[in-house]
């Protein structure tokens, strides 16, 4: 079955990046050990990285993130989603216009104007055609940034959240969780490793 995940990186204090993120800076000031796990050699961090990727149907982000990811200094064969692992998959930006170019022109990009949950049931439906076709169940993933995990949270558009727990003190950045309801959520998982601490939340 496709669930909707939102899969996000946060600091201690509950940013998902440093001060001044944008193109060039996408971590913000000081926000680059943030992802010092996707980085690492320890087995954990590994397995988890390789496993959310493989689920990987569809990615969901906003229209900050993917000028962030398609700038000069951003993606690239090394470095982005899916680049050391089993492939790339399609990319569902959502954002009030779309952009008049596209830099990675060798990724697969739909870019939705009509509102984030329209954006969620279009990465859903993709990863539902991505499962079908390899046999095995695929989701949509939402990577962020973080105002667009926070609204689809808030919206009810989101099945499992998993949180990257890095073991940082920002004091400042994007936050992850701003004006939102209080909410339950059902704790699934809890992955400890060298770089930080994954956990996996079933969300009601």
């Known amino acids: 079955m496709t669930r909707v995940v939102a899969d996000i990186t946060v600091s201690l204090d509950g940013y998902v990046t440093g001060p001044d993120a944008g193109p ?3 971590l913000g000031t000081g926000g680059e050990p943030l992802h010092r796990w996707v980085f690492s050699d320890d087995p954990g961090d590994k397995r ?3 496993a959310a990727t493989e689920r990987s149907g569809a990615v969901v982000m ?7 990811v398609d700038g ?3 993606w690239s064969d090394e470095l982005g989603y899916g680049a050391t692992e089993v492939g790339k998959p399609p990319f569902v930006v959502a954002t009030s216009a779309a952009p ?3 830099r990675l022109t060798g990724l697969d990009w739909t870019f939705v104007t009509t509102g984030l949950s329209d954006a969620v049931a279009a990465a859903r439906k993709a990863a539902e055609a991505a499962s079908a076709a390899r046999g ?3 989701d949509a993933i939402l990577m962020g940034g973080g105002a667009l995990v ?3 949270l808030a919206a009810g558009l989101v099945d499992t959240l998993v949180l990257h727990l890095s073991p940082i003190i920002l004091g400042a950045g994007t936050p992850l969780f701003t004006g939102t309801q209080p909410r339950e959520l059902v704790q699934r998982e809890v992955v400890v490793t060298t770089t930080a601490t994954h956990l996996t939340y079933e969300v009601g």
Request: proline letters at 8%; hydrophobic letters at 40%.
């Open 62 to 68: 906003g229209r900050n993130l993917f000028d962030v």
């Open 150 to 152: 926070g609204s689809a």
């Open 48 to 50: 988890i990285l390789a």
């Open 100 to 102: 008049p170019s596209v």
């Open 24 to 26: 060039g800076n996408g």
């Open 72 to 74: 000069p200094g951003g």
């Open 136 to 138: 095995a169940d695929l």
